[in-house]
DNA sequence: CATGAATGAGAGTTCATTCAT
DNA sequence: AATGAATGAACTCTCATTCAT
């Protein structure tokens, strides 16, 4: 019974919003238009009305979310002066809007985890675009001599998965602890202190002689 | 007089068998009753009779995953003598089973990128004695001055996270490198060269002075 | 400050135009408002402002087309002096109006072809004074001794029945005698052979004695 | 309520039956699958079930009747011995079975009154297959000087377009009737004398000597 | 042990229609 | 007069699950 908005804008925004939210936490299939619809507090009909369909409602949302996550860690970038500069900037980038958007990890982890089947091509290019972002610091600070030994595909999952691992299973991490105490599940860890650890091991593994290169201010 | 289609145990086995291959390809929404009895040429109403319901089929099958790499995980590490061997039997040991049943790291990717909101007690212990073992590996190489700076669960993501993101995407990072050439998505690389590349890497970002320490045979 | 689009009466004929022919093409249930609003370029909600629903619209369609052809078909039996030219008048005039209005016959056998379950009072009262017309026609031909063995319903499907699938069935025509060559549908009959055709048969089947009676000029 | 049959067959031709009933009377879009269902007194998944879905279940019903109507009149021409003969029974045999079944005609004209443009190739078929036979009927009447000037698809029509009008009105016309006295719409005529006055009409049309040839037994 | 028939609940989607501007 | 937002009811179709054989 709540009244309508008549705010196009708003109604729809309240529509991705609110999908995201529960594609993230329960996958495409098990998310349905009725339980979206009710979350917005609006018909279910508005929801085709907008999006088209469910795909398109969905299409809507990771692109939404992975153009401003591109978008963001572009930004920061902008700032930096040495691939390594730009390599903290996008890992503390990337890490600080996973945190702040927990939706984002769990939906790119659930598009990864069927190969990539039902990815759209609007998906598909911005994932791409992330990695070559990443791909050409690391190219560049190879030619530079700073990093050493680099696969860029690799080292860009070690960054992203470890993130989106450590984000999605924040509260799993909680309650492995509560039951097996000498573990230690990095519960307590805040973004910041995991972002600056992996950093840090970025760095060694990448064999960056710590003193000659200047970091993001 | 109907002549029974040989073995009860047989057909068990096969629905559990392309029920996983189902699940870890489409996730278990996706995936239809129908779907599996037909891959299996058995009734759909046999799924019902074995395995109660839908969900026990799911939870059946991931617990033989899990079961089954941690059996090959636990005994690959008796054959060892230091951390480091041990570090690198875990490492190699998890990316050949998974390169050899990719079924397994979808699931596991699929599973955890809900939070673990479905996740099954049975799983969640399943993925806790797995990260169990890596991290008293790694804290007895810490006791023992070879691993240096280590929090356990982030390395256990940067592991496991990585091989199963290269696992996953293996189609979809050929995809991408057809369509961009100068992109190098290690499309090429195998799993022995992969795991070799990852384990250098830990070590290095684990600070080990290479030539000290004895590795499997 | 909005600008009216022109002329209501415009719009308003606009949309019965354009409905007839969607009803006509695809039957009530599967013209949409929506459809007709877009090939009248107005807005769906004028359709409702202007007709109340849907079912009035269809109801002013049918009441349209039947005035139309009842006003043409009456006014041209006038000009003319005996019961043989005004059957020449009747055939020819309603098969012309069906030619060039096509949808005339469409909606026609698809109301009839219910029994006439859904047909309103209006377009009962429409098709029963098209068949009075002919009746009249066909009674005082008998009566003058020129026509013979009359029983008026079946010489008045005979003479619709035939002209409205002729024309509802053009296409259909024309792809069946693709298919068959050795076939002959009448694909090029264009509609003055075909009524004059019909008008020979009805007048031999009449047993009308040729020379003896003047037909329309 | 009712206690499941557990027999395909009847379940299967229950559904059929009772669609063609439906379809006849509100056509495609009308009729709904909970009705049907509800009609047969079976589960609505039922319908899909065996049918594949509702087109699948239409084309059977159309596919069903029409090959019914072929094989009758092929059958009764077989007992036949010259085209008049043929003709004869041609129109008896359609009318009769129309008159018993009086879904098909129903049928026919919603098919027809789309221009076929939603025909089936299937129902197409059936429908060409019935020209045919009464083409070639016309064609070697015409060829040993039995019938003159003919035009096999208007004379189709005017015996099929007849007989369907005079069967799908019979209600309307007795309505009519009821309404204004002076009308005669051979609201009392039965199928037989309905097809004798036919026979006879398509006899003086194709302007036939009575006297010479033989008809049906 | 195995099957095909049957069901009920619910999903996505469409659409006539109304409301507010 | 005209529009786009919003709704509720209905529809087709799917699917896990059960029943009878």
Redesign the pocket.
């Known amino acids: 019974?709540?009244?309508?908005?008549?705010?196009?804008?708003?109604?729809?925004a309240s529509i991705m919003q609110n999908a995201m939210m529960l594609f993230a936490k329960n996958g495409?299939?098990a998310?349905?238009?009725?339980?979206?619809?009710k979350k917005c507090?609006?018909?279910?009909?508005?929801?085709?009305?907008?999006y088209?369909?469910?795909?398109?409602?969905y299409s809507a949302v990771m692109s939404h979310a992975l153009e401003a996550i591109h978008e963001e860690v572009i930004t920061s970038k902008k700032c930096c002066i040495s691939p390594l500069a730009d390599l903290e900037a996008f890992i503390k980038t990337y890490a600080k809007y996973c945190d702040k958007h927990p939706y984002l990890p769990s939906l790119i982890l659930r598009e990864l985890s069927d190969s990539g089947a039902h990815l759209s091509e609007m998906m598909f290019e911005s994932l791409r675009k992330l990695f070559t972002l990443l791909s050409s610091i690391l190219k560049e600070g190879e030619a530079q001599g700073i990093f050493h030994n680099v696969t860029p595909m690799i080292i860009h999952f070690m960054i992203v998965g470890t993130i989106n691992l450590l984000v999605t299973t924040k509260s799993l991490r909680t309650n492995a602890v509560a039951i097996n105490e000498g573990l230690d599940t990095c519960s307590d860890c805040d973004i910041d202190e995991i972002s600056d650890y992996i950093f840090t091991k970025i760095k060694l593994l990448l064999e960056v002689k710590n003193e000659e290169n200047p970091t993001c201010p």
Chains 1, 2, 3, 4 share one sequence.
């Not at 998310?31 to 619809?37: L, N």
């Not at 507090?41 to 907008?50: H, P, S």
């Not at 088209?52 to 409602?57: F, M, Q, R």
């Open positions: 019974m709540v009244k309508p908005t008549r705010d196009a804008e708003a109604t729809k495409y299939d998310t349905t238009a009725k339980e979206i619809a507090g609006v018909n279910k009909a508005m929801i085709f009305y907008y088209k369909n469910k795909a398109g409602l």
